[in-house]
């Protein structure tokens, strides 16, 4: 395979080839919806998690795709399914298998965090067999279907606070596998790289320690889901399956990529109105005036300055602000990739 992985053979013991999670199952050449079983609730439902899997007509590596996984983080939801409209088996060499949709919970209830449990699913991998119920879905995920991928993809964005489009590499610089991940971070093409080692439990961090390399995009940040990072999305899911041999072609690159390793954060001291003066993916210089507080009749309370060097990654998301709160992060020191 050109631009390949050396796919690694973790499949569960079944048909030659078969590409098999939990009770799902997809030969050479096709396509298949369902869901595994995790959960059952206090009235006797039984949960599952939807999954596709697409075994593609030719051999390759497999990719494990996941979306939701935090409950109001819906960007990558909108990737996964044009990408699966997209790709066929029959274009495909290789095996995807795709969670749409990791936190139902949480995304039916239109907040964050699961209600089951309270719990950040980001946060719970590889999960616990006998665990809290966010820990058995990522347990039952992680094993039945991360373990058999050579590479996997975290589909995530800002929550609900506006911030640019990147990718995040969260193992560390010493960990061995952090040359692959920052390699598949560049070729999904963004343009913007925070490379810092993340909190335990992420599937970022758990994969990478298992062998596979794993990329965290961050799809911006908005309620709802927001067309243009959804398409910076699937051109990135696209680029990484032509990089790896997946599918036919070469990834579409920007001109220019730039990493950082760390952010700032800009609070105010004054609670108030909040009006910004400098916009998102902007440079700014330490002390550099970026937001403006004024009180509710007007009045001018505070400037608010960058607290270092370095490009606009967030900021807050409604217009309102009490002494303490997070008016922007910068990305501190950005170099080129």
Known sequence: M???????????????NELVVGPLAAAPGQRCEGRIPVLTLSDGTEIGVPICLVNGARPGPTVYIQAVSDGDELNGLGVVRQVLAEVTPEALSGRLIVAPVVNW????????????????MNRCFPGKKQGSPSERVAHALFHLAVLQA???????????????????????????LHAECLEMARVFGIGYLLD????????ARAA???????????????????????????????????????LPGEPELPAEQWVVRRMETARCDQGGVVEYCAALYDRVKIGQPIAAVSDVFGNHLETVAAPADGILWSKALYPLVSSGDSVATIGVEPRRL
């Open 2 to 16: 050109t631009n390949a992985v050396a796919a690694v053979d973790r499949r569960p013991a079944g048909e030659a």
């Open 105 to 120: 919970s949480a995304m039916n209830a239109h907040q964050h965090t699961s209600p089951l449990d309270g719990k950040k």
């Open 196 to 203: 810092e080692r993340g909190p335990r439990g992420q599937l």
């Open 208 to 246: 990478p320690d298992r062998g596979i390399p794993t990329i965290d995009p961050e799809l911006g940040g908005c309620h709802g889901w927001d067309p243009a990072s959804i398409e910076k999305g699937v051109r990135g899911v696209r680029n990484v399956l032509r990089r790896y041999g997946l």
């Open 150 to 176: 050579d590479l996997a993809l975290d589909l995530h964005q800002g929550s609900v606070r506006p911030m640019i489009d990147e990718v995040r590499v969260r193992v560390g610089g010493t960990h061995r």
